[in-house]
C-alpha cells in the first residue's frame, strides 16, 4: 500500500472540506465554541419509522408544509455560525413571526459551486417545495471558473424549477476585484441577464452591506458573522417577502 | 603538598601502561561526546537554514485585510524594539492571467505574488536554465512564471500576459522558490512580479481577497519567540497572524521539532555513555591501587595525602584524555564529509568542524565524571589499613557520614551534568531516573543471575565450574559489567530504534509514488468521463479513484449511552460530532481501516447503515447497535451504526473518513466525486495533464501539491541523512566506549590466569573459561538492555517525538547477540597478552 502522509491529507481535507478558499478550520473552531449556547428553532423533526430518509424540517411546528428551498454554497449552510444564526434560520423566523406557513429547507452546502448545486437540485426540491432560491456562484467566483459555465448551470437550474411550477428567487454574487476587470464584469453580467430571460425575483447582491466590511465578517474575510447573517437575511427577506405572501394567498384561494 | 605530587609522578611513571589504557577510555568517550555535539549542533544551524528558507524569513506577520495605520505602527515599534536588521513586504492574490495578445480567449487563475528588492531573507529563488533570480529581472513590469501557466496559456519567455490592467513581460521560469506557503494549497501557478508595480494593475480595491505579509530577519535567533508572542498579544482581536520559522503549526515544522529532539537526547545519551565508560574505567583503576595504598599507609601516609595523590592523578588525567579525545573528535569530523562521499551535496551547507561550546562540554564532562566516580572509592582509602597487604582480606564496605554526603553531593552533580546537557531540570530528572532504574534491574539481575548459576558450579567441566564461580566470587566483576554494558546496549540499542522509528515516519512523507494531484468537485455525470480520462495509459499518473463525498451533519444519536434529539443538542453534547461532516459511501475497507468492533457490511442495502471511526466513537459515547441522524441536504438519513473502524489517518492516501455509509441509500443522494492520484513526473507533462482536463471539464479543479512536496522531499531527506550519520556515530562511539568499559576489566583477571596457568591450566582452557564468563555477562546485559529499550522507544517515541511507536524486532536481536558476542570477544582479546605468555612474568609484574 502507498502511504499517504499526513500533511497530504491535511491538504485533502482541506480541499474536500472547504473549497470556499482559506479558512474552513478556523470557521469550524468557532463552530464548535459556539456551539454552548445554541439555542432557536433548528430542532430536526423526529424521522417516520417507516423511511430510513425523512425531510429534515428546520421549523419548530410538525406536520407538512409547503417549503423554500435555499440552494446555495457556505454561506447559505452557515459555515462557522451556529445553525440558529444562519441567514435560512433567520428567515424561518421571519416567515413563522408574519404567520406565514412556510418551511425553510437548508440547501447549503460548503464549498459547493454552481455545477454542484444544479447536480443537487432534483434532491433539494424534494417534498412540497414552492419557492427556490438560488445563492449560487461564490464559490465559481473563487476558483475564478468560466463565467459561462455559471451562467449555463444557473441557467438549467432556473428552467427546471420552472418548470416544476416552482417560483424562482436568484441571489447575485460578484467576484472579488483582485481577479481583474474583465473576469468580474463578465460575472456581474451573468445575473441580470438570467433575470432579464427568466423574469424571476432578484437579490442584486447577497452580500450587499456585508462584504468587503471586517466587522462584519469572520477572519476569513469572506463568510459572514451573525450580524453579517442578518443583513443577509434582510436582503433576501426584501424580496422574499412580498411572494411569499403572494403565494400564501394563493395556497388560501386554492383551496 | 610537593610530597603529593612526587608521589603521582611517580606512580604515573611506575603504571604508565595501565594509566594509557585509562587515558585512552577517557580519550574516546570525551571524542564521542565532542564529535556528537559538534555534528548535532552543526545539523541543526542547517535545519534552521532550511526551516527559514520555507517562510522566507526568521518570522512573518500575515493579514488578509489591509494594515491599518495602527497595525503598521505597532509592528514599526516591535520590530525597532527587537532590534530587527533587515524585513520586506510581499502580497499575494489569486488573479486572473491572459496573453496580451487579444485575439486569443484564454485565460488562467494564478497565485500572484508582488516582492521588494529584500525578498528573500532566507533560501533563493530557483529559475530555469540556471538563470540567476534577482530583483532588477522584475523592475519595470518584468514577470517570473511557473512553468504550468506557459502551458496552460501558450506563452513562452519574452511573451507579454496581461495582469490586471497591466501588461508584463515574461523575463523567467520559477523552478523554485522559498516561502512557498507549507500547508497551503492553490488553484493556480505562481507569477512573481515587483511589489511597486502592484498597484498599477488596479487589482486591488474594495472587496479584493489579498494576503499581505511582513517578513522579518533578525540578528539575534534568541529573540524570535518573544517577538512572536508580543506580536501575537498585540493583534489578538485583529485578523493579523504572526509565526516564526520554529511554528510547528504544520507537518515539517513537527518533522524538524522531533528531529531536533531527537537529537538532543543522543546528545544527552551519548554524554552518558562516555560517563559510564569513564567511570567504570576510575572505578577499576582505583581498585588496582588497593594494595599500594596499604602500602603507602604501613609506611605512613595519612589517608589525606593518598586521596589528594590519586585525585590529582585522576585529574590530571582526565584533562590530558579529555583534550586528547578533543583532538580525535577533530579528526573525526573532518573525516565526516569524505565518508559521506558523493551525497554531501545534500549536506554541503554543513559547516564541519569541531565548536567551542562542545569542546568545552566534553572537556568539562571527561575531567567532572572521572573525579565524581574517583571520589567515592578513594574515600573508602580511609578505611584500608596495612592489615589488609598482610592478611589479603577484602574491604569491607563501610558508609559513614562523609561518605554518604560525598555520594549525594555526586549524584547532585550528575543530575545538574544531565539538566544541563538536557537543557531542562525536568528532562535531566526524566532521564536520570530512568538511569537509576536501569542501574537497580542490573544490580538485581546480577544477584540474580549469580544465584542462578550457583548449581551449575558443580558442573564437571573445568572451564564452566570456575567461570560460574567467577561471577559469584568476591571481587567479581559481574555488576560492574552488567551495569556498563546493560546500559550501553540499552542506549545504543534504543537509540537506533529510535531512529528507525523517526525515519519510517519520514519516509511516509517522503514516499515518491504519493499522490500529489487531486481533483475537486467532478460532477456525478461527469464521473465515467473523468475516469476514462485518467485512466488512459498516454496520463502517465499512478493508481486513483473516484471518491464519492457528500456533506452532512449529525442531527441525533439514539443509543445505548448517548441520546441525543436535534442538532442542536448534537452540538451542545455530542462531544466533536456537532461539526459538518465529508461523507462518502462505499463497500470496502481501506487498507488502513480496521474493523474493531461490528462487522462491516458487504453489498449494498436499502437500509442505512454507517460505520464510525474509532476516535469520535469514543469520544462521543456510540455503540454499534444504535441509531444516528443525520441532515444530508436537508433530507434526514437515519442509519444503525454497524461497525466501529480504527483508521491510521497518517497512511490514509484517499483521504479518510469518520463516517463511511454501506452503499444502496445515498447513491441518488447529490454528490460529487474527488480524486487523489500522483500527476505526471515531468512539469510540462504536467501542465499539459491541467490544461486538457480543465478544457474538458471545466467546473473540476485541480490542485496540484507536488511542488510543495518537493520541498518537503528535499527538507526531509537532508534530516534523514543528518540523522543517520549522527546514528551511525552513536553506534561507532558506544561500541568503542563499551569496548575500553570491559577491557578495563582485564586487569582483575590477568593474575587469575596466570594464578591458574602456574597450576596446570592450558590456554585454551582459560580461554574458554573466560569466553563462557564474558558471554554469560554480555547476553545478559544485552538482553536486559534491549528489553530496556523497548522502553524508552515507547517512552520517547510518545511522549517527546510524539510519533507512533514502532518495535524493530532484528535492531533487539541484533542488540543482544552482538553484544554477547563482543563481551566474550573482548574478555578473551583483552586477556590474550597473558594467555600468550609464561606466566610468570605476569605474576612478577603483580
Redesign the interface.
Known amino acids: 500500500m502507498k502511504r499517504f502522509g499526513r500533511e497530504h491529507v491535511a491538504l485533502l481535507a482541506l480541499a474536500v472540506v472547504l473549497m470556499t478558499g482559506a479558512c474552513g478550520s478556523r470557521a469550524a473552531r468557532e463552530d464548535e465554541r459556539d456551539g454552548a449556547g445554541a439555542r432557536g428553532p433548528a430542532a430536526a423533526s423526529t424521522p417516520p419509522k417507516s423511511s430510513s430518509i425523512a425531510p429534515a424540517t428546520m421549523g419548530a411546528k410538525a406536520g407538512p408544509r409547503p417549503r423554500i428551498a435555499i440552494l446555495g454554497d457556505s454561506l447559505t449552510a452557515g459555515l462557522g455560525l451556529r445553525q440558529s444564526q444562519a441567514y435560512p434560520t433567520l428567515l424561518q423566523q421571519r416567515l413563522d413571526d408574519e404567520g406565514l406557513n412556510y418551511e425553510v429547507v437548508n440547501a447549503g452546502v460548503s464549498g459547493d459551486t454552481s455545477a454542484g448545486g444544479l447536480a443537487r437540485l432534483d434532491w433539494a426540491l424534494q417534498g412540497d417545495v414552492r419557492i427556490l432560491i438560488v445563492a449560487l456562484g461564490g464559490n465559481d467566483a473563487l476558483r475564478a471558473l468560466p463565467t459561462d459555465q455559471l451562467r449555463d448551470n444557473l441557467a438549467t437550474v432556473i428552467e427546471r424549477a420552472q418548470a416544476r411550477g416552482v417560483t424562482v428567487v436568484l441571489a447575485g454574487m460578484e467576484a472579488p476585484p483582485n481577479f481583474g476587470r474583465d473576469y468580474i464584469v463578465a460575472f456581474h453580467q451573468v445575473y441580470p441577464a438570467l433575470v432579464a430571460k427568466y423574469h424571476v425575483a432578484f437579490v442584486p447582491f447577497l452580500l450587499a452591506g456585508v462584504a468587503g466590511i471586517d466587522s462584519l465578517n469572520q477572519p476569513d474575510g469572506m463568510h459572514p458573522t451573525a450580524t453579517g447573517a442578518r443583513i443577509v437575511a434582510d436582503n433576501v427577506w426584501k424580496v422574499l417577502e412580498p411572494i411569499a405572501k403572494e403565494k400564501r394567498v394563493e395556497t388560501r384561494s386554492g383551496t | 603538598m610537593m610530597f603529593v605530587l612526587r608521589m603521582a609522578a611517580r606512580e604515573t611513571r611506575s603504571s604508565w601502561r595501565r594509566l594509557l589504557f585509562f587515558f585512552i577510555c577517557i580519550a574516546v568517550g570525551v571524542a564521542a561526546i565532542v564529535t556528537l555535539r559538534s555534528v548535532i549542533q552543526s545539523v541543526r544551524q542547517v535545519f534552521g537554514t532550511e526551516a527559514k528558507a520555507l517562510i522566507a524569513g526568521d518570522l512573518l506577520i500575515a493579514t ?2 489591509e494594515w491599518t495605520p495602527e497595525a503598521r505602527q505597532t509592528i514599526d515599534r516591535r520590530l525597532a524594539d527587537a532590534g530587527v536588521t533587515d524585513r520586506t513586504e510581499t502580497m499575494e ?4 492571467v ?1 496573453p496580451a495578445d487579444r485575439t486569443r480567449q484564454v ?1 488562467k ?1 494564478a497565485e500572484l505574488r508582488a516582492v521588494q528588492r529584500g525578498f528573500p531573507l532566507y533560501g533563493a529563488v530557483e529559475l530555469q536554465g540556471g538563470q540567476t533570480y534577482s530583483h532588477a529581472l522584475l523592475e519595470g513590469h518584468g514577470a517570473l512564471v511557473r512553468p504550468e501557466l506557459l502551458t496552460s496559456i501558450g506563452v513562452a519567455v519574452g511573451d507579454q500576459i ?4 497591466t501588461a508584463f513581460t515574461i523575463r523567467g521560469v520559477i523552478a523554485r522558490e522559498p516561502g512557498r506557503g ?2 497551503e ?1 492553490s ?2 501557478p505562481r507569477v512573481i512580479i515587483d511589489f511597486d508595480d502592484l498597484p498599477s ?10 494576503r499581505r505579509v511582513v517578513l522579518v530577519k533578525l540578528p539575534d535567533e534568541s529573540r524570535i519567540e518573544a517577538l512572536v508572542t508580543t506580536l501575537r498579544d498585540d493583534f489578538r482581536d485583529d ?1 493579523i497572524n504572526t509565526r516564526s520559522f520554529r511554528s510547528t503549526e ?3 515544522g513537527r518533522d524538524f521539532d522531533r528531529a531536533e529532539n531527537y537529537l538532543s537526547l543522543v546528545g544527552l545519551i551519548i554524554v552518558i555513555l562516555g560517563g559510564i565508560a569513564v567511570s567504570s574505567v576510575t572505578r577499576v583503576f582505583i581498585l588496582q591501587k588497593i594494595r599500594s595504598i596499604a602500602v603507602l599507609k604501613c609506611v605512613g601516609a595519612r589517608s589525606t595525602q593518598i586521596v589528594a595523590v590519586y585525585l590529582l592523578q585522576v585529574v590530571t588525567l582526565g584533562l590530558a584524555g579529555s583534550l586528547l579525545g578533543v583532538a580525535l573528535a577533530r579528526g573525526v569530523v573532518a573525516a565526516i564529509p569524505m565518508a559521506l562521499g558523493g551525497s554531501t551535496s545534500l549536506l554541503a551547507t554543513v559547516h564541519y568542524g569541531v565548536t567551542w561550546s562542545a569542546a568545552t562540554q566534553g572537556v568539562g564532562i571527561g575531567v567532572l565524571v572521572s573525579l565524581l566516580f574517583s571520589v567515592v572509592p578513594l574515600l573508602h582509602v580511609r578505611f584500608i589499613k596495612p592489615s589488609l597487604l598482610l592478611r589479603d582480606e577484602t574491604v569491607r564496605r563501610r558508609m559513614d557520614w562523609l561518605g554518604l554526603g560525598v555520594l549525594v553531593a555526586v549524584s547532585a552533580a550528575l543530575v545538574a551534568l544531565t539538566a544541563w546537557q538536557a537543557a531542562s531540570l525536568k528532562a535531566g530528572l526524566v532521564v536520570c531516573a530512568g538511569f537509576a532504574g536501569l542501574a537497580f534491574v542490573l544490580q538485581l539481575a546480577g544477584q540474580g543471575l549469580i544465584t542462578l548459576v550457583k548449581p551449575l558450579a558443580m558442573s564437571k567441566s573445568f572451564p564452566l565450574r570456575h567461570a560460574v564461580l567467577h561471577l559469584s566470587r568476591p571481587g567479581n566483576q559481574t555488576r560492574v559489567i552488567l551495569l556498563a554494558v546493560g546500559l550501553g546496549a540499552f542506549f545504543i540499542v534504543g537509540v537506533r530504534s529510535l531512529q528507525g522509528s523517526l525515519l519510517s515516519e519520514f519516509s ?2 517522503v ?1 515518491a ?4 494531484m ?1 481533483l ?2 467532478v ?3 461527469q464521473a465515467d468521463g473523468v475516469r476514462a480520462f485518467l485512466a488512459d495509459p498516454a496520463r502517465d499518473i ?2 486513483f479513484q473516484l471518491i464519492p ?1 457528500l ?1 452532512g ?1 449529525v ?2 444519536v439514539s443509543g445505548r449511552e448517548t441520546n441525543l ?4 443538542e448534537v ?2 453534547r455530542g462531544n ?1 460530532i ?3 461532516f ?1 461523507l462518502t459511501y462505499r463497500d470496502r475497507l481501506e ?2 481501516e480496521r474493523v474493531v468492533d461490528g462487522a462491516f457490511w458487504n453489498g449494498p442495502s ?3 447503515e454507517v460505520s464510525i471511526e474509532k476516535q469520535i466513537a469514543e469520544r462521543a459515547k456510540i455503540h454499534v447497535g444504535d441509531t444516528m ?1 443525520f ?1 444530508i ?7 444503525k451504526v454497524t461497525s466501529i473502524r480504527d483508521v491510521e ?8 473518513f469518520v463516517f463511511v455509509f454501506r452503499p444502496g ?1 445515498l447513491d ?5 466525486f ?1 480524486a ?1 492520484f500522483r500527476g505526471p513526473h515531468d512539469v510540462t507533462a504536467r501542465a499539459r495533464f491541467q490544461h486538457d482536463l480543465v478544457e474538458r471539464f ?2 473540476v ?1 485541480v ?1 496540484d ?1 507536488h511542488e ?2 518537493e520541498t ?1 522531499r528535499d527538507v526531509m531527506s537532508k534530516v534523514t541523512l543528518a540523522i543517520t550519520v549522527v546514528g551511525g556515530l552513536v553506534l561507532l562511539s558506544g561500541v568503542l566506549i563499551l569496548i575500553g568499559a570491559v577491557a578495563m576489566t582485564k586487569f582483575q583477571r590477568v593474575y587469575e590466569a596466570a594464578v591458574f596457568k602456574t597450576l596446570g591450566a592450558n590456554t585454551r582452557t582459560i580461554a574458554k573459561m573466560l569466553l563462557i564468563e564474558y558471554g554469560v555477562l554480555g547476553s545478559l546485559a544485552g538482553l536486559i538492555g534491549s528489553l530496556g529499550a523497548v522502553a524508552l522507544t515507547w517512552g520517547v517515541s510518545k511522549y517527546a517525538l510524539e510519533i507512533p511507536w514502532r518495535i524493530f524486532p532484528s535492531e533487539h536481536t541484533a542488540g543482544v547477540l552482538l553484544t554477547a558476542l563482543l563481551v566474550a570477544v573482548i574478555g578473551v582479546l583483552s586477556s590474550l597478552e597473558v594467555l600468550r605468555n609464561k606466566p610468570l612474568a605476569t605474576l612478577r609484574a603483580e
Open positions: 488578509n485585510r492574490t489569486p488573479t486572473m491572459r485565460a487563475m496581461i495582469i490586471g490592467q507549507m500547508g494549497f488553484l493556480g494593475t488596479g487589482l486591488l480595491s474594495f472587496g479584493s481577497r489579498a485578523f504544520d507537518q515539517v511516509v512523507q514516499a509514488d504519493g499522490p500529489d487531486f475537486l468537485d460532477q456525478r455525470a499512478g493508481d463525498v456533506r451533519r442531527v441525533g434529539e436535534g442538532a442542536d452540538r451542545q466533536s456537532g461539526r459538518e465529508t487498507s488502513n436499502t437500509e442505512p441522524r441532515d441536504l436537508g433530507q434526514t438519513v437515519s442509519p489517518w497518517r497512511e490514509s492516501r484517499n483521504g479518510g441509500v441518488k443522494a447529490p454528490q460529487t474527488v487523489p471545466p467546473n479543479s490542485i501539491f510543495v512536496l518537503i
